[in-house]
Each structure stands twice: as structure tokens, then as C-alpha cells.
């Protein structure tokens, strides 16, 4: 397991990402100030973003399907723990943004190659009004998937 965004798990098998990024800001207000520089206080954290990306291959990787469940938690709307592999706990993330490229196609119109980038961002870690869980029809494609 490479991590796990609530009970969806990025593996070899289902969404591998090559590369994890994450960007965080801290905020700064200011107050000019006649012959001098402007005076600043720090007015506390700003945000916290996740960009995971990372290519599918169908044949040996997840594909349309698992960036379809992770779109399904992002339509909830709420937010999910976000679990390392190693055992990191990262907090509570939403999923803001699913980025998919396709390429290589066969007849049929599927995708050889899916290439993608997933934009998280941390909300406050108190806030478990907001956690996710799984959805009925993520529950039924699951079903499904393996009956």
C-alpha cells in the first residue's frame, strides 16, 4: 500500500501515483507604513495542497473505474484521512481536483494509458462533521465489479 485516501488504497494494482507533491503556505498580513517597510504578523496557516500524479496502465494497474470511485468521494463532497503506507497520518484531506489524459486507444475507444493528477487539500483536523464515507452506489459498482 503506497497510501489510502479513507477506504480508497493508491497500490500497484488499483491507482500507483508516481509523484507526490505537496505545497504549504503559511499567511503574513501588512500594514504600511510611512518611511519604513511594511510591519507584518503572522495571522496563521494558510493551505495545505497534495498533487498526486502518476500513469495506469489497464492492462496491469487500476484504470477509468478507480479514478471513477475517487470522483464518487469528491461528488460527497467531504473530507477523508489521508494514510501513508508507512503509517503517516496526514489528517483530513477533500479531493478538489481529478485530471485524466487518455492515450493510446484501442478499437474499442479504451485507454492503454491513462495518465492523471489528483489535487488534494487539508481541512482543519477537528472537523470530523466532515468525514466521508462510502456512498450506495460506490457500494454497488463494488458489488458489481464482483459478482
Not at 494558510?46 to 478507480?66: N, S
Not at 491513462?114 to 472537523?127: A, M
Request: cysteine-free; aromatic content about 8%; overall charge negative.
Amino acid at each position: 500500500m503506497l497510501m489510502a485516501l479513507g477506504m480508497f488504497v493508491f497500490e500497484t494494482r488499483s491507482v500507483p501515483y508516481q509523484q507526490l507533491q505537496r505545497a504549504t503556505e503559511w499567511r503574513h498580513s501588512s500594514q504600511s507604513r510611512v518611511g519604513d517597510r511594511p510591519a507584518y504578523q503572522f495571522i496563521g496557516p494558510g493551505a495545505d495542497t497534495i498533487t498526486l500524479t502518476g500513469t495506469l496502465l489497464p492492462e496491469f494497474t487500476g484504470g477509468r473505474l478507480d479514478l471513477d470511485d475517487i470522483r464518487d468521494m469528491a461528488d460527497q463532497g467531504k473530507a477523508w484521512p489521508l494514510v501513508e503506507g508507512t503509517g503517516r497520518q496526514y489528517g483530513l484531506w477533500v479531493i478538489t481536483k481529478v485530471d485524466e489524459t487518455s492515450s493510446e486507444l484501442f478499437r474499442d475507444g479504451a485507454a492503454g494509458k491513462i495518465e492523471f493528477t489528483l489535487s488534494l487539500e487539508h481541512v482543519d483536523d477537528d472537523r470530523t462533521d466532515l468525514l466521508g464515507d462510502l456512498s450506495t452506489s460506490s457500494l454497488a459498482r463494488l458489488a458489481g465489479a464482483y459478482a
